[in-house]
Structures are given as structure tokens and as C-alpha cells.
């Protein structure tokens, strides 16, 4: 898993982060057409994304510059669930070429606010 | 009322030649902006917190200022953090603000280009304007950053289309390359795109300084790179009469981190032995460079700084935001122009939701929810003047040309009142 900035996830945060725009740059990851193919994903499907740190549900669209066996998710309150806080003692956070096992899920995407309340839970 | 000249608080290219129609009060267009500017400007007052607010309910300033200064002057650890999208009074305000209550002092580098100061700290650089680079640089390099995605306007005023003083033919007369684990749309509009395995960026850098110091090299493939590939980009160069690269968040957020970034200078440095090659961080937000200038100025260190013993320290890993929440040891935290609610790894992010956090922000976010205390302020480069240093360490004025709502303090004024009410708690 890689992850980073979109035009989209800066267009939508401008507008505001509660806003629907904002929501839909961020709480989905990109995948390869191989992948999509491989996993047999419909549209109806959603993704759960994990990693050794979190997981957490999200939609899904197609890169064609991706390859195969890799995923990329843009900055924001979801990808957040699936890094590590460990800086190993520079600072800053691993964020990409993480390892992260997808699979095609029925459970909905949670919305921003759901997200705050779990950080505000501590869960 | 038209405004030329506008520079953008947007990203770190601080493009200054946005032209903005005002109609009774209003933004009624930009010209000249990029699309994430376009949305920057037209939806400035979309979302707009309504009011301070304890607790979330709304109240007045001095409430919040008053809560702000009860907090800030009992807390042991406080961590005060954000400050690379406002301006430069309101960094030196905040710098100011963490000196006096013993605070941890740091700002949005320490995810970003962190790791590139650390690097740079250690072996130097070799850096330019973006203004030379327009004007002479006929090889460019794109070394895991993405420019059409993040930067937008970065191809087409600075780095790749312009006509320059020495590279009067602009695209036709520069050579672009990319260096990426994904073909972005960068990668696209490159002369050439080297496709590289992820967290292998060190070894390519390496086997590139290998080549051009005039080493063999046995593999057939280095970091999923064919040798070739690897070979025609060492050529092109030490055949460049003035090279760049622009390197991204792909350096530095990777395995090996600083050490990418120390081998990219390496790899530079090797090259000035043959001809004239500059490297420069694709700096993010805006004023990500003035954070880190203002509080050199002011404490000697880019961010990073504990102020618990009376004199500033300086130690990423230990003092960058991200670690002090993460051992929970911060035990209040000011938020000025940031959003680490949306932005950090949700450990570090929990620990904000179990301490008072004070925010300054001009729309609700993930860390305004969290927030006990906030404060919506103006916005620098629209409704307050100030100063931002853009991506190559250049320093252009923002402009004020709308009054903020009636009662909306910037974030410098609101600093300065945090500071008027801790002086006088202390008294």
C-alpha cells in the first residue's frame, strides 16, 4: 500500500471536511484493473483494507498506472486507520510501501463522523 | 474592485499572479489559479465555523481566549503544532507561546519533509530559485513527487513547459524524467519514466552516483530498474548544462527516509563534479518553508523544539508532534492553521481526543471536533496580509483584499491575545 496527495482530496478539503467532496477523495483506495479482475470485484462491492496496524472499509476505484499487488490511498481519516504511529525515532510515520491484504466486503464505508467518535473512544 | 498579482495560500509553489474580481464584498472570480486554488478562493467562506465555542457551544472570543490561556498556563506538557498554513507573524506568535509555557514547539514538516531537513542538516545542499530553474534548467527530475496532482501549476510556470532566458523553446529544449513506484500523470507527460520497486529508492540512488563517478555495475537491474534505463538517465545527466531534481513525499515517507534524501544530495553532489545540478523538496503547504524559517530565526531549529528546560532543544523523533502524542505525554495542545485529526495515524490522533486541544481554524474539521476550545479565524492571503516563504526558501507578501466577518480575529491577533492573557496569569 502507497499512499499520498490527489487534486481531488484538495479540491474537497477547500470546500470543507465535512463536505461530501471531500468525503469521496479520500475514503477509497485505487487498485489495478489485474487486481479488480483477480479479487472478482463487482460494483456493489466495497473493500476492506488492512494492515498489522488497523483495517478499515472503504470504496474502491481503478489506476491504470498501478500494477499489479498494489494499492494506493489518499491521505485523510481513513487511510489513518491502517498506519502505524511509530516513527521509529525520526519523526515521521511510515506511509508508503506498507504491506495490506484487501478483500471484497459487503460493510458499508463508514462516514467522517463515525471515524471522530471511534478516535474520541479510543477504540 | 480587480487585484493582480494575488499570490495563492494554497501549496508550496505560492504562484503570484492570480487575478481576483471582488464584487460587494465577494469573491466573484481568480483567474490564472489551478483548480485546488480555484476552490481555495471561491469556497473561502463555504463551511465557515460560526462561532468560538467551549465545548461546542458557542460563546464569546474573550471566553475562548480566557479558556485558552486556564489551559495552556496549567498544562506541564503542552504541545503547540500546525502553523505551515498561516502566515509568519502568527509562526512567530506561536513560537513565542510555546517559550513561555515550557511547550514542545513543532509544525507539519515533521510528516512531510522532516526527514529531508534532518538529511540536509547533515550534508548541505545544493538548491536554487524556481526562477533559475525556469530559466536554465534543461533536465528535470521528478523523483517520487506527482506535480500534476499535488502541485499543479509547479509543470507549467517553473519546471517543464515555460520558455526560460537559456531553454527558450520550453518543453522541446528540457529533457523530463520520472522516477516513481506508479505511473502517475507526471509519469506520463515525462520524456522517460523509470518504473522502481517500492522502498528501493536508496539502492537506485546509489547505483546512479555508482555510474556517474564511473563505476561498473554487474547487476542487470537495479531497484526493478533495467540497467539500461538506469544508465541513459546517468548519461543525460552528466550531459545537462544545468540539472534539477524535485523530489516528493515518495523520499521521504519510504523505508530509509532521511537516507534517501542524503543519498539524493550524494547523488547531486557527484554531479556538480561534472556539471551544474541543484535539488528541491516539493514542499506542501504553503508556508511549510516559513514554519520552518521562523522558528530557526527564533529558537535556531526548523521544528522539533522542547522548551521544558528554559532553552530551546532540538530532536525529531523525540520532540515532533507525532511522538509526543504517541507516548502520551503532551497534556494540552494548541492547533493553529492544522488538522493532525485528519491527518496523523489514529494512535497519535486518540491521544488528542483525551487532552484539551485548542484550535484556530477557519472550517470545522476532525481536530475542531475534538477540540474543547475553538477559535475561527481569518484566512491568511484572502482576509489577513502576511508573509509565506514559497518551496525554494523565497519570500512573497499575501495580500488582505476581504474584511474578515465581523469579530474574526487573525491568527496572529488571536496569538497575541493568548500571550496578553498568559502574562497576565503569570503576573
Given at each position: 500500500m502507497i499512499s499520498g496527495r490527489t487534486a481531488k482530496q484538495g479540491i474537497g478539503l477547500e470546500i470543507g471536511k465535512l463536505s461530501k467532496s471531500y468525503a469521496e477523495s479520500v475514503n477509497h483506495v485505487q487498485l489495478s484493473t489485474d487486481d479488480v479482475k483477480e479479487l472478482a470485484l463487482e460494483k456493489t462491492h466495497n473493500l476492506r483494507i488492512s494492515t498489522e496496524h488497523g483495517s478499515v472499509t472503504v470504496n474502491w476505484i481503478i489506476d491504470k498506472g498501478l500494477s499489479a499487488g498494489m494499492v494506493f490511498f489518499p491521505y485523510g481519516p481513513w487511510a489513518n486507520q491502517v498506519?502505524?504511529?511509530?516513527?521509529?525515532?525520526?519523526?515521521m510515520p511510515i506511509m508508503k510501501g506498507i504491506p495490506a491484504t484487501i478483500i471484497p466486503t459487503d460493510d458499508k464505508v463508514q462516514e467522517l463522523n463515525e471515524i471522530i467518535e471511534k478516535i474520541r473512544s479510543g477504540a | 474592485m480587480q487585484y493582480t498579482d494575488i499570490v495563492c495560500?494554497?501549496?508550496?509553489?505560492?504562484?503570484?499572479?492570480l487575478e481576483v474580481t471582488i464584487k460587494d464584498g465577494h469573491i466573484e472570480s481568480v483567474k490564472n489559479a489551478c483548480t485546488i486554488s480555484q476552490s481555495k478562493f471561491m469556497n473561502h467562506?463555504?463551511?465557515?465555523?460560526n462561532a468560538p465555542s467551549i465545548n461546542g457551544k458557542e460563546t464569546e472570543l474573550e471566553k475562548t481566549v480566557e479558556k485558552a490561556v486556564e489551559i495552556l498556563a496549567s498544562a506541564r506538557r503542552p504541545l503547540i503544532y500546525g502553523l505551515?498554513?498561516?502566515?509568519c507573524g502568527a509562526i512567530s506568535k506561536a513560537v513565542e507561546i510555546a517559550e513561555f509555557t515550557g511547550g514542545v514547539l513543532d509544525n507539519t514538516s515533521s510528516v512531510c519533509h522532516g526527514p529531508t531537513i534532518l538529511a540536509l542538516q547533515q550534508v548541505g545542499e545544493s538548491k536554487t530559485t524556481l526562477g533559475e530553474v525556469k530559466n536554465r534548467a534543461d533536465l528535470v527530475v521528478f523523483w517520487g513527487s506527482n506535480p500534476t496532482e499535488a502541485h499543479l501549476r509547479h509543470i507549467v510556470r517553473y519546471s517543464v513547459t515555460p520558455k526560460g532566458?537559456?531553454?527558450?523553446e520550453g518543453k522541446k529544449d528540457r529533457k523530463i524524467f520520472v522516477v516513481d513506484v506508479r505511473e502517475t500523470r507526471t509519469a506520463k507527460m515525462a520524456d522517460k519514466f523509470l518504473k522502481i520497486d517500492h522502498n528501493k529508492d536508496f539502492e537506485l540512488l546509489l547505483a546512479l552516483r555508482a555510474l556517474i563517478r564511473g563505476e561498473e555495475l554487474k547487476?542487470?537491474?537495479?531497484a526493478g530498474v533495467p540497467i539500461k534505463e538506469i544508465k541513459t538517465l546517468a548519461e543525460e545527466m552528466m550531459k545537462a548544462k544545468f540539472g534539477v531534481v524535485f523530489f516528493?513525499?515518495?523520499?521521504?515517507?519510504?523505508?530509509g527516509r532521511h537516507m534517501n534524501i542524503d543519498a539524493a544530495v550524494g547523488l547531486v553532489s557527484e554531479l556538480n563534479r561534472k556539471t551544474k545540478f541543484v535539488l528541491t523538496p516539493m514542499r506542501g503547504h504553503y508556508n511549510v518553508a516559513g514554519a520552518n524559517t521562523v522558528t530557526t530565526w527564533q529558537t535556531?531549529?526548523?521544528?522539533?523544539?522542547?522548551?521544558?528546560?528554559?532553552y530551546p532543544r532540538y530532536n525529531p523523533g523525540e520532540f515532533t508532534a507525532i511522538d509526543v502524542l504517541n507516548r502520551g505525554e503532551a497534556d494540552a495542545a494548541l492547533i493553529i492553521a492544522s488538522d493532525p485529526g485528519a491527518t496523523f495515524p489514529k494512535d497519535a490522533a486518540k491521544h488528542l481526543a483525551q487532552i484539551p486541544v485548542i484550535t484556530l481554524d477557519q472550517k470545522t474539521t476532525p481536530t475542531t471536533m475534538l477540540s474543547e476550545v475553538v477559535i475561527p479565524v481569518a484566512t491568511a492571503g484572502i482576509e489577513a496580509e502576511g508573509t509565506a516563504y514559497r518551496m525554494d526558501g523565497v519570500p512573497l507578501k499575501l495580500s488582505k483584499f476581504i474584511d474578515a466577518r465581523e469579530g474574526v480575529c487573525s491568527d496572529r491577533e488571536v496569538l497575541d491575545m493568548i500571550i496578553a492573557g498568559l502574562k497576565e496569569a503569570k503576573q
Open positions: 498506519f502505524s504511529s511509530n516513527t521509529d525515532s525520526t519523526g | 495560500p494554497f501549496c508550496g509553489c505560492l504562484c503570484d499572479d467562506h463555504e463551511n465557515r465555523i505551515s498554513s498561516t502566515e532566458m537559456y531553454v527558450q547487476a542487470s537491474q537495479i516528493g513525499l515518495g523520499l521521504t515517507q519510504s523505508d535556531g531549529y526548523p521544528y522539533a523544539v522542547d522548551f521544558s528546560t528554559g
